[in-house]
């Protein structure tokens, strides 16, 4: 019960406006460094969080977090944590200048390189592409279309794009 109202706090004072965020932020990667399942709720509070007024992007978090000692693209659970949790943040991820698409091309290129299985789970946050209004769908579409392309694409991934595109059922 304490780990969930501490991990509550967390949430929410990484979705305020509050300067010490980024001081506790620290302090909690220091007392967590050792307890994976901490380390990743923690990347994932990051990459779920909302922009505050005179701050960098989430993004630009969560790509620093990816150079971080806490991240590996080697291991699934922090993809998880931080890409698909960033993929699924839907104010940061859908921005209209298509960062976080361009974003999740360069993470499906980088992880069908290392781990198939995992690309493959990032490639179906496009899944319902059609869905989304007509200047978002088309940056999905395009990069869906040169996620295509990739040279050495996995099977699995060939086939969740191709059934994303509509070129198989």
Same mark, same amino acid.
Request: hydrophobic share 45%.
């Given at each position: 019960?304490?780990? #969930? $109202?501490?991990?509550?706090?967390?949430?929410?004072?990484? +979705?305020? @406006?509050?300067?010490? /965020?980024? *001081?506790?932020?620290?302090?909690?990667?220091?007392?967590?460094?050792?307890?994976?399942?901490l380390v990743n709720k923690w990347l994932t509070v990051q990459?779920?969080?909302?922009?505050?007024?005179?701050?960098?992007?989430?993004?630009?978090?969560?790509?620093?977090?990816?150079?971080?000692p806490a991240f590996s693209l080697a291991n699934p659970n #922090? $993809?998880?944590?931080?890409?698909?949790?960033?993929?699924? +943040?839907? @104010?940061?991820?859908? /921005?209209? *200048?298509?960062?976080?698409?361009?974003?999740?091309?360069?993470?499906?290129?980088?992880?069908?390189?290392?781990?198939?299985?995992?690309?493959?789970?990032?490639?179906?946050?496009?899944?319902?592409?059609?869905?989304?209004?007509?200047?978002?769908?088309?940056?999905?579409?395009?990069?869906?279309?040169?996620?295509?392309?990739?040279?050495?694409?996995?099977?699995?991934?060939?086939?969740?794009i191709d059934k994303s595109l509509g070129r198989i059922s």
């Open positions: 019960a304490k780990l #969930n $109202v501490l991990l509550g706090a967390v949430h929410v004072i990484v +979705n305020s @406006a509050s300067p010490a /965020k980024f *001081d506790m932020l620290l302090e909690a990667a220091s007392a967590w460094k050792d307890v994976p399942v990459a779920s969080a909302a922009s505050q007024p005179g701050e960098a992007p989430v993004l630009d978090r969560v790509k620093a977090l990816m150079n971080s #922090n $993809v998880y944590a931080l890409v698909l949790a960033f993929c699924n +943040n839907g @104010a940061e991820f859908h /921005k209209t *200048d298509g960062s976080g698409y361009r974003f999740w091309l360069e993470s499906l290129e980088r992880l069908c390189k290392v781990n198939s299985y995992v690309a493959a789970r990032l490639a179906r946050t496009l899944d319902h592409w059609k869905r989304y209004t007509p200047d978002r769908a088309r940056q999905m579409y395009q990069v869906l279309t040169k996620a295509s392309q990739i040279p050495g694409l996995p099977v699995g991934v060939q086939e969740v």
